[in-house]
């Protein structure tokens, strides 16, 4: 049987077998590094819990008495408890993700891997769509398993399978509504009423938006794709009322408890991070000039396309090698827009160039949010991760060109591609370590497993009645003004996360401590459980 053959007979055993492959490099060490940075928001406004305590005056932050329980730390939360935590934590975004979260870990309980194990459920979810999306639209199997080999051992899509937040499940709507667009204008070039496919593409960008904000311009990109390529007024008439739906939801959040700070939130953030670019600067933090915004986005870039991930590091090392890297890389590109634009299919045609304008528009997107906002922050690859899925496509179709070309050229190209495939390995290993590129965050050193989980394990073992545990305590930053607490509790909330809920562990915060959490026993004498050292162990 020839391979070809064996690759027809064979589609769906194959594309299987990649989807179990990306499910154990995904789960290989999942829960293996704590919890760090942003993660810690979606554990706690999952929890219903705000940050710092404001909705813990039975527990944390009891007016008259220091002493806490684990049992009074769990007690019942509702809606409003929700909307509390998200508004003052996570700026009212990313509600979905966490809404749904909350039920997950009713399901699952609240350890690192089972946070991390629903993003990685909705990566190999979008793995499987890009199968249906590459299959359905461009109508060939072997570009669809392409595609999928690619998402299979992407050390972006395996970094966000790794991360508790809500980029994962934003990258699987992007996906959705994109196909859905897609097979709304089939059914209207050929005159069918794909009523419900508008009203399921209306609720997919409502889901996009309450996932992250900044999934904007991904419609603003449909809306200029439908505009240029299909003029006809039932088409609009269509679009528009479906995204009544996305506008009225996000509408109706930012008008709740949950989501009317957003704006407030945004304002303040970016003077703080402009005051710290100006002050602190750093390779990626600065002021917003056109140097600084191409000097950082070259990381992004690199991380959004799989042919050259890692390469801003191998540049250091290696200038000439990355600079050849990089010249093919463009030449490839310009030789996909020709073989594109010499297609005689004109659906096929239009949607090439489709596929590039959603892979190259979000990290204009980009620039625009720099010189908006005056520093740089905002130009991370999380920011646009939701159209990764559209630049796997868009290499799938290098691959793909360069095979059919009759000349030479594709062979030095396969080469050097070739070369970058080996380097997938040793990102993929310096994922496992916690020392990849910056994907998501970057630690001097690798984070250890979870210090709250182990804290919380140690207090199961050495606790005894009549004991006290005391929990260190930072003074907090007045960035919230008048009514913020002085001493934080954050060590004490993030070690009861771990806890049994109905226990009664006598506990207290100490405020003359700062980095270590004790067991007082009754005679007075004090065990160590955990030294934080400052920031070395709070990720």
Same mark, same amino acid.
């Given at each position: 049987m020839e391979f070809r053959q064996f690759? %027809?007979? *064979?589609?769906?055993?194959?594309?299987?077998?990649?989807?179990?492959?990306?499910?154990?490099?995904?789960?290989? %060490?999942?829960?293996e590094h704590g919890l760090a940075g942003d993660e810690k928001y979606s554990l706690f406004v999952s929890q219903f819990v705000t940050y710092e305590g404001n909705n813990q005056h039975d527990s944390v932050r009891k007016p008259s008495d220091q002493y806490f329980t684990p049992k009074e730390f769990w007690s019942k939360k509702s809606l409003p408890d929700f909307f509390d935590s998200i508004a003052r934590l996570d700026t009212g975004n990313g509600a979905l &993700?966490? &809404?749904?979260?909350?039920?997950?870990?009713?399901?699952?309980?609240?350890?690192?891997?089972?946070?991390?194990?629903?993003?990685?459920?909705?990566?190999?979810?979008?793995?499987?769509?890009? &199968?249906?999306?590459? %299959?359905?639209?461009?109508?060939?199997? *072997?570009?669809?398993?392409?595609?999928?080999?690619?998402?299979?051992?992407? +050390?972006?899509?395996?970094?966000?399978?790794?991360?508790?937040?809500?980029?994962?499940?934003?990258?699987?709507?992007?996906?959705?509504?994109?196909?859905?667009?897609? %097979?709304?204008?089939m059914s209207e070039e050929i005159k069918e009423k794909p009523f419900w496919n508008y009203f399921y593409y209306g609720c997919c960008v409502l889901a996009c938006e309450m996932c992250h904000f900044a999934t904007f311009p991904l419609f603003l990109t449909h809306a200029l794709f439908a505009t240029i390529f299909f003029r006809k007024k039932r088409v609009y008439v269509g679009f528009g009322l479906a995204m009544l739906i996305p506008a009225i939801g996000v509408g109706l959040w930012l008008n709740c408890e949950g989501g009317?700070?957003?704006?407030?939130?945004?304002?303040?953030?970016?003077?703080?991070? *402009?005051?710290?670019?100006?002050?602190? +600067?750093?390779? &990626?933090? *600065?002021?917003?000039t056109l140097k600084n915004i191409l000097k950082q986005l070259r990381h992004v870039i690199s991380a959004m396309f799989i042919v050259i991930d890692g390469y801003p590091a191998l540049y250091i090392v290696h200038k000439k090698a990355y600079v050849l890297i990089l010249t093919t890389s463009i030449a490839t590109l310009l030789l996909l827009i020709q073989s594109s634009w010499r297609i005689q299919n004109k659906s096929q045609r239009r949607l090439r160039f489709f596929i590039i304008l959603l892979s190259f528009l979000p990290l204009l997107s980009l620039v625009l949010f720099a010189f908006q906002d005056g520093n740089t922050f905002r130009i991370m690859p999380r920011y646009v991760a939701y159209s990764y899925g559209f630049n796997l496509i868009v290499i799938s179709l290098i691959i793909k060109d360069l095979w059919l070309r009759k000349n030479w050229i594709k062979y030095p190209i396969y080469f050097i591609f070739g070369i970058q495939f080996l380097a997938i390995n040793k990102l993929i290993v310096s994922i496992w370590d916690d020392n990849p590129p910056r994907y998501f965050m970057g630690f001097s050193q690798p984070r250890k497993p979870n210090p709250y989980h182990f804290s919380a394990q140690k207090i199961i073992q050495e606790y005894a009645k009549g004991d006290t545990v005391l929990y260190p305590s930072v003074v907090i930053e007045k960035r919230g003004g008048i009514g913020m607490p002085r001493y934080s509790v954050v060590d004490a909330q993030l070690t009861n996360f771990y806890l049994p809920k109905d226990a009664e562990i006598i506990q207290r915060v100490d405020v003359k401590e700062t980095n270590k959490i004790f067991i007082k026993k009754v005679n007075g004498d004090k065990k160590l459980i955990f030294d934080f050292e400052d920031t070395k162990y709070r990720y």
């Open positions: 690759i %027809k007979a *064979n589609t769906k055993l194959i594309l299987f077998g990649f989807l179990i492959i990306a499910f154990g490099l995904r789960f290989y %060490k999942i829960g &993700y966490t &809404y749904f979260l909350h039920y997950w870990t009713q399901l699952f309980g609240v350890s690192d891997g089972n946070l991390r194990m629903l993003s990685l459920l909705f990566n190999l979810l979008t793995i499987s769509l890009l &199968y249906v999306f590459v %299959k359905e639209h461009f109508r060939s199997e *072997n570009l669809a398993l392409l595609v999928v080999f690619l998402a299979t051992i992407s +050390p972006f899509y395996i970094t966000y399978s790794q991360v508790a937040r809500n980029y994962s499940i934003n990258m699987f709507f992007a996906l959705m509504s994109t196909h859905l667009l897609l %097979k709304i204008l009317k700070w957003v704006v407030d939130y945004v304002t303040n953030s970016v003077k703080v991070y *402009n005051e710290m670019a100006l002050l602190h +600067p750093d390779e &990626y933090l *600065n002021v917003a």
